[in-house]
C-alpha cells in the first residue's frame, strides 16, 4: 500500500532512512518529513494533499523534454538526450542563441540557461575535471589570533599580510584562515566565523585601522568591536571620495546598496530581520527608507576590505606563495542574516544545517544555518551558489568548502522541539560541477571537507573531478600517509578538532565532561580508547610530539600538506568546542607569538625544513 506522504518526501529528495556513525538505522519520521516539505514551501497535512502535491508534480516532470540541469564540456559541442524543439540559450555574458533540435553549439566556460516552450534547463559548462595542484604545504592560523596576548585588539588584515609575507619566506605556499564572511557586528557575542550573516560580503572588523583596547590570552570581543566600530565610522567621516570607491558601487551594484542598507538597518532595529517591522521585511522598499550617508558608510566599509584584501593576496604571491590566501567557505548562512534578507526564495526555512547524532552528541548537532533549499536552487539556475563561490575566489587561489558532504545530502532539523532531523539529498553533480566552472575562471584549487558521516560515492566523486578532499592524522592514525591519495590536503586536525597536545591528552574529551556535555562513564571509555589511539599513531608517526606527527605530514602522499599553527606552536587548547556557545572560549584564543614573527620561529623553521626534504 503506497503512503503519499512518504512518496511525496522521497520525491522531494526526503530521504526515507540513514545509518548513523554509530551503525544504527534511523528512519525518517512522518512528522519529520512534513516538516522537511514545509521549509521548501510544500504544506501538506492529509494523504489527500500528498496525493495532489505528488500527482502534479509528476505531471510536471513528464511534460519536460529535458532534466534541469546539463553538464557540458566548455567550447564542444553537445547533444541533447531528447529534441526540444526550437530553443533559446541565454548565455551567462548576456548574449541569446536561438536554434532547433538536440544539437547545441559549443558554450564557454559557465552557466548558461536553455528555454524551450515553457521549460528551462540549465546548462553548465564545466570541465571534466580541475587540475592536481604541485606538491606543496602551507600553514592555517585564526586570523583574529594573529596579535599576541600583550598587543590590544583583534588581528586585522595588515596582520594577516605580514603574517602571510613572514611565512612566505619560510617556503609556506598558502596561508588559510578562518571564514571571513560578513558578520554581526551589532552583536559582539556572536563570535563564530562559521555562522555568517552574508558569505558573499567581508567582514568589515577586520579591516585595518589601528583599532585595539584589551590585552590578554582571549579576544575580548564586548570590548573590542564597539570601539573598533566606532574608529571605522570616525575614519569614513573623513573620506572626501575616490574614484576607485565609485568604481566598486558602480561594478557591486544593486546586490552591494541592498546589503549596505540591511546593515545601516540592523544599527536601528537589531540583528535579525526577523524581528524588524512587517514594512522592512522587503529589501527593495527597505532600501529606500535608509539614509543615504549610512548605505554609503557601509558601502565604503566593504570597498576598504575588498581593497586590503586584495592588496594581501597581492603581496602574498608575489612574495612567492604559490596559492597565497586559503579560504574558508562556510556551509551555510544565518536564518535571519543579509543573505536570506536579500534572497528570501534560495533557503529552507524552519529548520536548520546540522549533523546527526554520534557518541560525543547524543542528540545530534544544530547548527542554525539555513540550507539552500535543492529544490529552489535548481529553479534558480544555480546562481546563488555560483556567486557565492566567486566571491571567495576573487582573493584566494585556495578555497575550502567546510562540510562538502552537503553538497551530496544536508542534515536538516526542524525549528520544532524535539522533532529529529533527516538527510535531504541535493543536486550533486551538479554543485561540483559548480564549483569546477569558478575554480577553473579563478585558475583556483578547491578542498572539500569530506569528515563525518560521509556519503557512498562522494569522495570518489570528488577525486574524479579534482576536488581535493582531506586527510586527518588523528582520523587516519592505522594509515601509513604515504597511502594517502595526491586528490586530497593532509592535515592533522581541524579548527573543530583537538590540537596534537590536546588530543594525545584526550583534552577535548576531558572539556565536554567539565562542561557536562558527557558524564563520567563515557569520558572514562573515551579517555581509554584515545589513548589506545596515541599508542596506534605513535607507532605509524614514530612519537607522539610535534617533530614526528610534522614528518609524516611532510611524507603524505597527498599533494597539499595543511599545518596548523597551534600544532607548531604547541598549544593544547582548541580553537572550537563543537556543540558549544558559552560554556567554551570559542573563536578567541590568541597565538603565543606574533604573527608577524611566525616565519623566524625555530618550530616553523623545523616544519619547513621537513618539507622542503620530502619535496615539498
Known amino acids: 500500500m503506497t503512503d503519499p506522504i512518504a512518496d511525496l518526501a522521497t520525491a522531494l529528495g526526503i530521504l526515507p532512512r540513514y545509518t548513523d556513525q554509530m551503525g544504527g538505522i534511523r528512519e525518517t519520521g512522518r512528522e519529520t518529513a512534513r516538516a522537511l516539505m514545509a521549509a521548501m514551501g510544500v504544506m501538506v497535512s492529509t494523504e489527500t494533499e500528498a496525493g495532489a502535491h505528488l500527482a502534479a508534480r509528476r505531471a510536471e516532470e513528464a511534460a519536460r523534454a529535458l532534466p534541469r540541469y546539463v553538464i557540458l564540456t566548455p567550447d564542444a559541442p553537445a547533444r541533447l538526450s531528447a529534441d526540444p524543439g526550437a530553443w533559446v540559450i541565454d548565455h551567462e555574458d548576456g548574449q541569446q542563441t536561438e536554434g532547433r533540435g538536440p544539437d547545441l553549439p559549443p ?14 534547463t540549465t546548462l553548465l559548462a564545466a570541465p571534466a575535471h580541475l587540475p592536481l595542484p604541485p606538491r606543496g ?30 611565512l612566505a619566506r619560510a617556503g609556506a605556499g598558502f596561508f588559510g584562515i578562518n571564514p571571513i564572511h560578513a558578520c554581526f557586528p551589532t552583536e559582539p557575542g556572536w563570535a563564530s566565523p562559521y555562522s555568517p550573516s552574508h558569505r558573499r560580503r567581508l567582514n568589515a572588523l577586520y579591516i585595518a585601522n589601528g583599532a585595539g583596547v584589551a590585552t590578554g590570552p582571549l579576544v575580548d570581543y564586548a570590548s573590542e568591536i564597539p570601539a573598533k566600530r566606532a574608529a571605522l565610522r570616525a575614519a569614513f ?13 558602480a561594478a557591486e551594484g544593486a546586490p552591494l546598496t541592498q546589503f549596505a542598507a540591511h546593515q545601516a538597518l540592523s544599527e536601528v532595529h537589531g540583528a535579525l530581520w526577523t524581528d524588524w517591522p512587517a514594512t522592512l521585511h522587503d529589501p527593495a522598499s527597505a532600501v529606500r527608507s535608509v539614509p ?100 571567495q575566489l576573487r582573493y584566494a587561489k585556495l578555497l575550502r568548502i567546510d562540510h562538502i558532504l552537503g553538497f551530496d545530502r544536508a542534515f536538516w532539523v526542524p525549528d520544532q522541539v524535539g522533532l529529529p532531523g533527516a538527510y535531504v539529498a541535493m543536486p550533486r553533480d551538479a554543485m561540483l560541477a559548480v564549483v569546477r566552472i569558478e575554480a577553473a575562471r579563478a585558475g583556483a584549487t578547491v578542498i572539500g571537507e569530506d569528515l563525518g558521516n560521509i556519503p557512498d560515492g562522494l569522495q570518489g566523486a570528488l577525486a574524479e573531478t579534482g576536488i581535493l578532499g582531506c586527510r586527518l592524522l588523528q582520523f587516519e592514525r592505522d594509515t601509513p600517509p604515504e597511502t594517502y591519495p595526491a586528490p586530497t590536503l593532509a592535515a592533522f586536525g581541524t579548527h573543530d578538532l583537538p590540537t596534537l ?35 596506534a599513531f605513535a607507532a605509524m608517526a614514530g612519537g607522539n610530539d610535534a617533530g614526528a606527527m610534522h614528518a609524516a605530514l611532510a611524507r603524505a602522499g597527498s599533494a597539499l600538506v595543511a599545518v596548523q599553527i ?40 623545523n616544519v619547513a625544513d621537513a618539507m622542503r626534504a620530502a619535496g615539498r
Open 107 to 120: 558554450l564557454p566556460l559557465g552557466l548558461h540557461v536553455l528555454h524551450a516552450g515553457d521549460c528551462e
Open 137 to 166: 604545504w602551507g600553514v592555517t592560523a585564526p586570523l583574529w589570533g594573529l596579535r599576541p596576548p600583550e598587543r590590544a585588539g583583534f588581528a586585522d588584515f595588515e596582520d594577516l599580510k605580514r603574517s602571510g609575507l613572514s
Open 237 to 249: 567621516e573623513t573620506f572626501t571620495g575616490h574614484s576607485d570607491f565609485d568604481a566598486f558601487r
Open 292 to 391: 543615504p550617508d549610512r548605505v554609503r558608510h557601509h558601502q565604503w566599509l566593504q570597498w576598504m576590505a575588498h581593497r586590503q584584501l586584495t592588496e594581501t593576496q597581492a603581496a602574498l604571491t608575489g612574495a612567492g606563495m604559490r596559492h597565497g590566501l586559503y579560504l574558508d567557505l562556510a556551509v551555510g548562512t544565518h536564518p535571519a542574516g543579509a543573505e536570506t534578507w536579500a534572497d528570501r526564495t534560495s533557503f529552507a526555512r524552519g529548520v536548520s544545517l546540522g549533523a546527526p547524532p554520534d557518541p560525543f552528541a547524543p542528540d545530534g548537532q544544530r547548527w542554525s544555518l539555513a540550507p539552500f533549499d535543492p529544490q529552489a536552487i535548481m529553479r534558480g539556475h544555480f546562481a546563488p551558489l555560483a556567486d557565492t563561490l566567486r566571491q
Open 501 to 535: 597536545a590536546g588530543w594525545a591528552d584526550g583534552g577535548d574529551i576531558r572539556a565536554r565532561n567539565a562542561i557536562g556535555r558527557i558524564g563520567d562513564d563515557t569520558l572514562h571509555h573515551g579517555l581509554a580508547g584515545r589513548a589506545d589511539d596515541a599508542r
Open 566 to 605: 597551534e600544532d607548531v606552536l604547541e598549544m593544547a587548547e582548541q580553537t572550537n568546542l563543537p556543540g558549544t556557545v558559552d560554556e567554551y572560549p570559542n573563536w578567541r584564543r590568541k597565538l603565543p607569538v606574533a604573527g608577524e614573527a611566525l616565519g623566524g620561529d625555530a618550530r616553523l623553521t
